[in-house]
């Protein structure tokens, strides 16, 4: 028998319970049991079921042993005193993968799943030794659950985007030619066979590029490269690789097709083409009027048009939801489809101001979006955050140039908010004067806003680190990024007061793994998913990556450059990346489920509506959020600066 102060002390003693407080280690004494083995014992065996507890040795060894095909067992391990073991299993809940044996006499403390769940919501330092596992446990939840209880459309016109792989709808063989081919001569393949790709390939087979039939008519009408007798596959041909494995799903290829603007991708396996899928293959293993709104986008030629089809693009996100797409896929293809939208509306509002006498754009310029829109976020259409960046005029052009674009702003946002992208309520529109600038004046803007205290520009510094230009002169957005990064490395306060404004609302999880919701208001009983949870990942994923000076405004992304920089381990990220996606799908969930009510989406969630495994993924990525807040805190904090600025 062990008293409180012997439980403490090997507790003290044990990474990471070491890191606790005396007075966090007190009460879990209460819960913690002890286990007394002899030499020999089984503390458990391979492939039983989760003790749901973690085991922390007092005294003697553990053997951990894996048992083969043949029943023999293997020592893979030794645990000493004052280590843990079985922590596999006991967030998971799945069988054990290995045995554990007691080398010689054995005590053990026990400290049930209940208890260690507590000290992970509630010390995020502590949780972050369980990060590997608490991401593997919102992995296996995640998919149980989508398999379970996935949100069905019902009479959704899209089937089998993720269940069906595009070895089942590929062209195959390849067609292929070779580089030194006529054109003619790969122009009648293409007819006699009716397709419109040749794979252009070398002598071994290799790819070289791709011949479309847009080539064809591109380089021998339109711009005439080259006389058609003398033209070769390789004059006209896209030596870009656009690829696809052939066991990919056919959502991936659609999502890759939106990311390329291409129409066709070429299938490799074992790095030679072994057939192509076109996005009429997509529409045909469909009966697919959401796919076609993708396609039909670039066809239309008024904002009448245009709008009438953002209409159904609502129903392209049920059908991905209905396939149980995964949450990046989801978001990339929606993200992608909506910057088509805009891209068309950009240049029918060109076309427009030529017919009202305007002219063309006097100096180059580029449309940037920003929030979710940036970041590939965006899932059903949400308020506009945009602006624009023009290159500096004449002296004397300054008053027209500024002229010409906010009027092109403002048929921009007007025929945005015609095609579902309502106007933003803050005003962070390109069409007022503040987000309507020459490079000159936002480069002079990010160096005032990066030094000041004020609420007002600490907020617009928040909103312009997420952006991504869509349309125009991308080297615009890529100068004023290189001086916004310029800019932070040199402030000190920039960090600190980016971080400090974060740190006003903590994650909703409490002690003890409670969810904090509104305690009162039309939400009461809810929790608000994305100010309350996502916002603090985004921020804090932001800033790690600002410092690192990486551009891509992808949360996901930069969590993957973070690991690259070693700013992050693997662990770390697929952890929060876990917490992401998770936060990212009940969002989505809930507020398809509102709009198929008639309600406007609110990104908000009733907890006592989840089931158990819900809730237990809920707050394990809860704790995700609460761990990040905690590490940008440490990184960007700077205490003295807390006397200056409220």
Same mark, same amino acid.
């Given at each position: 028998?062990?008293?409180?102060?012997?439980?403490?002390?090997?507790?003290?003693?044990?990474? $990471?319970?070491?890191?606790?407080?005396?007075?966090?280690?007190?009460?879990?004494?209460?819960?913690?049991?002890?286990?007394?083995?002899?030499?020999?014992?089984?503390?458990?065996?391979?492939?039983?079921?989760?003790?749901?507890?973690?085991?922390?040795?007092?005294?003697?060894?553990?053997?951990?042993?894996?048992?083969?095909?043949?029943?023999?067992?293997?020592?893979?391990?030794?645990?000493?005193?004052?280590?843990?073991?079985?922590?596999?299993?006991?967030?998971?809940?799945?069988?054990?993968?290995?045995?554990?044996?007691?080398?010689?006499?054995?005590?053990?403390?026990?400290?049930?799943?209940?208890?260690?769940?507590?000290?992970?919501?509630?010390?995020?330092?502590?949780?972050?030794?369980?990060?590997?596992?608490?991401?593997?446990?919102?992995?296996?939840?995640?998919?149980?659950?989508?398999?379970?209880?996935?949100?069905?459309?019902?009479?959704?016109?899209?089937?089998?985007?993720?269940?069906?792989?595009?070895?089942?709808?590929?062209?195959?063989?390849?067609?292929?030619?070779?580089?030194?081919?006529?054109?003619?001569?790969?122009?009648?393949?293409?007819?006699?066979?009716?397709?419109?790709?040749?794979?252009?390939?070398?002598?071994?087979?290799?790819?070289?590029?791709?011949?479309?039939?847009?080539?064809?008519?591109?380089?021998?009408?339109?711009?005439?490269?080259?006389?058609?007798?003398?033209?070769?596959?390789?004059?006209?041909?896209?030596?870009?690789?656009?690829?696809?494995?052939?066991?990919?799903?056919?959502?991936?290829?659609?999502?890759?097709?939106?990311?390329?603007?291409?129409?066709?991708?070429?299938?490799?396996?074992?790095?030679?083409?072994?057939?192509?899928?076109?996005?009429?293959?997509?529409?045909?293993?469909?009966? /697919?009027?959401?796919?076609?709104?993708?396609?039909?986008?670039?066809?239309?030629?008024?904002?009448?048009?245009?709008?009438?089809?953002?209409?159904?693009?609502?129903?392209?996100?049920? /059908?991905?939801?209905?396939?149980?797409?995964?949450?990046?896929?989801?978001?990339?293809?929606?993200?992608? %489809?909506?910057?088509?939208?805009?891209?068309?509306?950009?240049?029918?509002?060109?076309?427009?101001?030529?017919?009202?006498? +305007?002219?063309?754009?006097?100096?180059?310029?580029?449309?940037?979006?920003?929030?979710?829109?940036?970041?590939?976020?965006?899932? %059903?259409?949400?308020?506009?955050?945009?602006?624009?960046?023009?290159?500096?005029?004449?002296?004397?052009?300054?008053?027209?140039?500024?002229?010409?674009?906010?009027?092109?702003?403002?048929?921009?946002?007007?025929?945005?908010?015609?095609?579902?992208?309502?106007?933003? $309520?803050?005003?962070?529109?390109?069409?007022?004067?503040?987000?309507?600038?020459?490079?000159?004046? +936002?480069?002079?803007?990010?160096?005032?806003?990066?030094?000041?205290?004020?609420?007002?520009?600490?907020?617009?510094?928040?909103?312009?680190?997420?952006?991504?230009?869509?349309?125009?002169?991308?080297?615009? &957005?890529?100068?004023?990024?290189?001086?916004?990064?310029?800019?932070?490395?040199?402030?000190?306060? &920039?960090?600190?007061?980016?971080?400090?404004?974060?740190?006003?609302?903590?994650?909703?999880?409490?002690?003890?793994?409670?969810?904090?919701?509104?305690?009162?208001?039309?939400?009461?009983?809810?929790?608000?998913?994305?100010?309350?949870?996502?916002?603090?990942?985004?921020?804090?994923?932001?800033?790690? &990556?600002?410092?690192?000076?990486?551009?891509?405004?992808?949360?996901?992304?930069?969590?993957?450059?973070?690991?690259?920089?070693?700013?992050?381990?693997?662990?770390?990220?697929?952890?929060?990346? /876990?917490?992401?996606?998770?936060?990212?799908?009940?969002?989505?969930?809930?507020?398809?489920?509102?709009?198929?009510?008639?309600?406007? $989406?609110?990104?908000?969630?009733?907890?006592?509506?989840?089931?158990?495994?819900?809730?237990?993924?809920?707050?394990?990525?809860?704790?995700?959020?609460?761990?990040?807040?905690?590490?940008?805190?440490?990184?960007?904090?700077?205490? +003295?600066?807390?006397?200056?600025?409220?």
């Amino acid at each position: 028998m062990m008293n409180n102060e012997a439980l403490i002390a090997v507790l003290q003693r044990t990474d $990471p319970f070491a890191l606790l407080d005396r007075n966090v280690l007190a009460p879990l004494c209460r819960g913690i049991t002890l286990g007394t083995f002899k030499k020999g014992d089984y503390v458990f065996r391979q492939g039983a079921p989760s003790c749901d507890c973690l085991f922390i040795i007092a005294h003697g060894l553990v053997e951990i042993l894996v048992e083969d095909d043949c029943r023999e067992e293997s020592v893979v391990g030794l645990r000493r005193k004052h280590d843990f073991f079985g922590e596999t299993v006991v967030l998971s809940g799945q069988r054990y993968p290995g045995s554990a044996r007691a080398k010689g006499a054995l005590t053990c403390l026990r400290l049930h799943r209940n208890d260690l769940e507590s000290l992970i919501y509630s010390q995020p330092e502590f949780s972050g030794f369980f990060n590997t596992l608490l991401a593997e446990r919102m992995r296996l939840i995640y998919e149980r659950n989508l398999s379970d209880r996935a949100c069905t459309i019902p009479g959704s016109s899209t089937a089998l985007l993720f269940r069906k792989q595009v070895s089942r709808v590929m062209s195959a063989p390849v067609l292929t030619c070779r580089e030194d081919d006529p054109v003619s001569d790969a122009a009648k393949k293409m007819v006699k066979r009716q397709v419109g790709c040749l794979v252009v390939v070398d002598p071994a087979g290799r790819f070289r590029g791709t011949l479309t039939e847009r080539h064809l008519v591109g380089g021998l009408i339109a711009e005439q490269t080259c006389p058609v007798g003398r033209c070769t596959a390789g004059r006209l041909m896209d030596p870009r690789l656009k690829a696809i494995a052939p066991e990919a799903y056919l959502g991936e290829a659609l999502a890759a097709m939106i990311r390329n603007r291409s129409r066709q991708l070429v299938v490799m396996e074992r790095d030679l083409p072994v057939g192509v899928v076109a996005f009429s293959d997509l529409v045909r293993s469909q009966s /697919a009027d959401s796919l076609m709104l993708i396609h039909d986008i670039a066809d239309q030629n008024d904002m009448d048009g245009l709008a009438d089809l953002s209409a159904g693009i609502d129903r392209v996100l049920d /059908a991905l939801v209905a396939e149980r797409a995964g949450v990046q896929e989801t978001m990339e293809i929606m993200s992608r %489809l909506n910057d088509r939208i805009t891209r068309k509306v950009i240049e029918l509002s060109e076309v427009q101001m030529k017919g009202d006498g +305007w002219g063309p754009p006097p100096v180059d310029y580029c449309w940037i979006n920003m929030g979710s829109a940036a970041r590939y976020e965006q899932t %059903l259409r949400t308020d506009q955050d945009n602006a624009i960046i023009y290159a500096d005029p004449e002296d004397g052009d300054r008053q027209a140039s500024f002229d010409y674009f906010q009027r092109l702003a403002e048929r921009v946002v007007d025929g945005l908010d015609r095609c579902g992208f309502e106007r933003c $309520p803050g005003g962070v529109m390109a069409s007022k004067p503040k987000w309507c600038r020459a490079l000159s004046e +936002w480069r002079r803007g990010v160096a005032g806003w990066m030094v000041s205290m004020e609420p007002e520009d600490i907020r617009t510094l928040t909103i312009l680190l997420d952006y991504r230009s869509v349309w125009g002169n991308n080297s615009l &957005a890529d100068t004023l990024w290189d001086d916004i990064v310029d800019a932070f490395s040199g402030s000190m306060s &920039a960090g600190h007061m980016l971080s400090r404004d974060d740190q006003k609302l903590v994650a909703p999880i409490g002690i003890l793994g409670k969810i904090a919701t509104e305690r009162s208001g039309p939400k009461k009983g809810r929790i608000n998913l994305k100010t309350a949870a996502l916002v603090h990942m985004v921020n804090a994923v932001r800033l790690l &990556a600002l410092r690192r000076g990486i551009s891509t405004p992808s949360t996901l992304e930069r969590l993957d450059r973070l690991v690259d920089s070693h700013d992050l381990s693997a662990e770390d990220a697929a952890f929060y990346r /876990a917490g992401f996606e998770t936060l990212m799908m009940f969002r989505i969930r809930e507020n398809l489920k509102r709009v198929r009510d008639g309600r406007p $989406p609110d990104n908000t969630l009733d907890p006592g509506t989840l089931n158990k495994s819900e809730t237990l993924l809920l707050k394990d990525a809860l704790s995700a959020v609460a761990q990040l807040q905690k590490r940008m805190s440490k990184g960007f904090h700077v205490p +003295w600066m807390n006397y200056f600025g409220h």
